[in-house]
Nanobody, 116 residues
Framework: QAPLVESGGGSVQAGGSLRLSCSAS???????MGWFRQRPGKERGAVAE?????RYADSVKGRFTISKDGAKNTLSLQMNSLKPEDTGVYYC?????????????WGQGTQVTVSS
């Protein structure tokens, strides 16, 4: 089984909302986790990260909200006011230790498509 499993992707019209969920094991549910996305023809980049505080890419500030549920070992991303440029594959990731420069655990990704 993949260390992290995303769900909730799909197709939506511009202005709509989606909620992504990432199911982790007791080992891969870490203090420092994040959501990344890879848009068509672009490199994968961070969308939102949480490690006690939350950080967002400028392009999603005010529209996306990252949250964690320790009781369910789940990381979520609420996406509102979606735009066509939000289209891409969204990945959940977790760092083994918060001080690490890179993320250790990754999900397989879930597709989000926003049509105009």
């Amino acid at each position: 089984q993949a260390p992290l499993v995303e769900s909730g992707g799909g197709s939506v019209q511009a202005g709509g909302s989606l909620r992504l969920s990432c199911s982790a094991s007791t080992y891969t549910y870490r203090n420092c986790m994040g959501w990344f996305r890879q848009r068509p023809g672009k490199e994968r980049g961070a969308v939102a990260e949480i490690d006690g505080i939350t950080r967002y890419a400028d392009s999603v500030k005010g529209r996306f909200t990252i949250s964690k549920d320790g009781a369910k070992n789940t990381l979520s991303l609420q996406m509102n006011s979606l735009k066509p440029e939000d289209t891409g594959v969204y990945y959940c990731a977790a760092k083994l230790f918060c001080g690490d420069a890179t993320y250790t655990y990754w999900g397989q990704g879930t597709q989000v498509t926003v049509s105009s």
